[in-house]
């Protein structure tokens, strides 16, 4: 098999194919996924004198692992990888650098990582650690030792991260919700459990704990993290909720945007109103949360001081030493949110936090 059948198979030219298996910049990460996507099914493996076209001295690889429940065999289109991966390109455009992608399933963890190490073609491994354990980051690192691992951190790990300060943002969020009123407030967690998430109930909950709140378990959720639809799942969990004789929370934090977009068109469905009924707050500042409707109050993260930070620690340094960044976060107010409607004193209503 020669590049020109996988150039049709993908239904792209020579040249896209050939930029895809270089690393080279001049086609989008959807494209050159799919073509890489498209040979390994086929088997194909490039010549050396393909790869040879990348100047290894000024190639960073991206490394993700697909399939394991949040980050998607597509993941370069769901929309906080999507922003994070331009932010990447864009660092590396600037320092002269190009961006090569390769992707690892899950399921064949330790063959496809050997295959990514044997390749040797670039100077540094960007790795997306969303949604990977100790363990699997540490097999990576003895693999690939020059890393930088994006989006989690495991602290006794010798390993270079840049995490997200999820305990911070999330107290933002609940500081918020007590200061403008609300004392009645629900939880959406995703059904998917990552570092991030846990990290992000922690500050939630200890923002509602010093002021003498908390989230009774009935007006606890969980829901899938993925999608940007409205869920059957939520609407039966809110359905029996009310039906049970609860009082409609009148604000729900929802551990990334995700969940709350999903959550303010499923109780559109329901007829609950945001933010006049319900206040909602999500967390990462995505794109989409400036095209729902009421626009989102989130927490922003710094997407593009994540990026350069890794670029940077690969390029500037060549990975002396070890070193594990926290990002803090922004919290933005959007008009999802609003005091509520109809004010009680915690701990006069049936279900409020502090009583179960």
Same mark, same amino acid.
């Given at each position: 098999?020669?590049?020109?059948?996988?150039?049709?198979?993908?239904?792209?030219?020579?040249?896209?194919?050939?930029?895809? &298996?270089?690393?080279?910049?001049?086609?989008?990460?959807?494209?050159?996924?799919?073509?890489?996507?498209?040979?390994?099914?086929?088997?194909?493996?490039?010549?050396?004198?393909?790869?040879?076209? *990348?100047?290894?001295?000024?190639? =960073?690889?991206?490394? %993700?692992? *697909?399939?394991?429940?949040?980050?998607?065999?597509?993941?370069?289109?769901?929309?906080?990888?999507?922003? =994070?991966?331009?932010?990447?390109?864009?660092?590396?455009?600037?320092?002269?650098?190009?961006?090569?992608?390769?992707?690892?399933?899950?399921?064949?963890?330790?063959?496809?990582?050997?295959?990514?190490?044997?390749?040797?073609?670039?100077?540094?491994?960007?790795?997306?650690? *969303?949604?990977?354990?100790?363990?699997?980051?540490?097999?990576?690192?003895?693999?690939?030792?020059?890393? %930088?691992?994006?989006?989690?951190?495991?602290?006794?790990?010798?390993?270079?991260?840049?995490?997200?300060?999820?305990?911070?943002?999330?107290?933002?969020?609940?500081?918020?919700?007590?200061?403008?009123?609300?004392?009645?407030?629900?939880?959406?967690?995703?059904?998917?459990?990552?570092?991030?998430?846990?990290?992000?109930?922690?500050?939630?909950?200890?923002?509602?704990?010093?002021?003498? =709140?908390?989230?009774?378990?009935?007006?606890?959720?969980?829901?899938?993290?993925?999608?940007?639809?409205?869920?059957?799942?939520?609407?039966?969990?809110? *359905?029996?909720?009310?039906?049970?004789?609860?009082?409609?929370?009148?604000?729900?934090?929802?551990?990334?945007?995700?969940?709350?977009?999903?959550?303010?068109?499923?109780?559109?469905?329901?007829?609950?109103?945001?933010?006049?009924?319900?206040?909602?707050?999500?967390?990462?500042?995505?794109?989409?949360?400036? %095209?729902?409707?009421?626009?989102?109050?989130?927490?922003?993260?710094?997407?593009?001081?994540?990026?350069?930070?890794? %670029?940077?620690?690969?390029?500037?340094?060549?990975?002396?030493?070890?070193?594990?960044?926290?990002?803090?976060?922004? &919290?933005?107010?959007?008009?999802?949110?609003?005091?509520?409607?109809?004010?009680?004193?915690?701990?006069?209503?049936?279900?409020?936090?502090?009583?179960?």
């Amino acid at each position: 098999m020669k590049m020109e059948d996988i150039a049709k198979l993908a239904n792209v030219s020579k040249a896209a194919v050939s930029l895809a &298996f270089s690393g080279k910049p001049g086609i989008g990460p959807d494209t050159r996924e799919r073509i890489l996507q498209v040979a390994y099914e086929a088997g194909y493996s490039p010549k050396n004198r393909e790869v040879a076209t *990348t100047k290894v001295d000024k190639s =960073l690889l991206f490394l %993700v692992c *697909t399939n394991s429940g949040i980050v998607l065999e597509e993941y370069y289109q769901q929309p906080f990888f999507k922003e =994070l991966i331009h932010f990447i390109e864009e660092r590396c455009r600037q320092k002269g650098y190009s961006l090569i992608f390769s992707t690892v399933d899950v399921e064949y963890f330790q063959r496809d990582i050997q295959v990514v190490a044997d390749e040797k073609r670039s100077v540094g491994t960007i790795v997306l650690g *969303t949604n990977l354990t100790r363990e699997q980051i540490r097999n990576i690192h003895a693999k690939l030792p020059n890393l %930088v691992v994006l989006d989690t951190c495991f602290e006794t790990l010798p390993v270079q991260f840049i995490q997200i300060n999820n305990v911070m943002g999330a107290y933002q969020a609940g500081a918020y919700l007590c200061n403008i009123g609300h004392t009645s407030i629900g939880y959406i967690a995703s059904n998917v459990r990552i570092h991030n998430f846990e990290e992000r109930k922690r500050g939630f909950m200890a923002a509602l704990s010093e002021r003498g =709140l908390r989230v009774p378990e009935t007006a606890h959720f969980s829901v899938a993290p993925t999608i940007l639809t409205s869920q059957d799942d939520l609407k039966r969990q809110l *359905t029996t909720y009310l039906e049970n004789g609860h009082r409609m929370p009148t604000a729900w934090f929802c551990e990334c945007d995700y969940i709350a977009i999903s959550a303010m068109k499923t109780m559109n469905e329901l007829g609950i109103r945001v933010p006049q009924d319900t206040s909602v707050i999500g967390f990462d500042n995505i794109n989409e949360s400036l %095209v729902v409707t009421p626009e989102l109050t989130t927490i922003h993260v710094d997407k593009e001081r994540m990026a350069s930070l890794a %670029v940077d620690l690969l390029t500037d340094a060549l990975s002396q030493g070890t070193s594990k960044i926290i990002v803090d976060t922004i &919290f933005v107010e959007r008009n999802s949110c609003a005091t509520p409607a109809d004010p009680e004193p915690a701990g006069q209503m049936p279900d409020s936090p502090g009583q179960d």
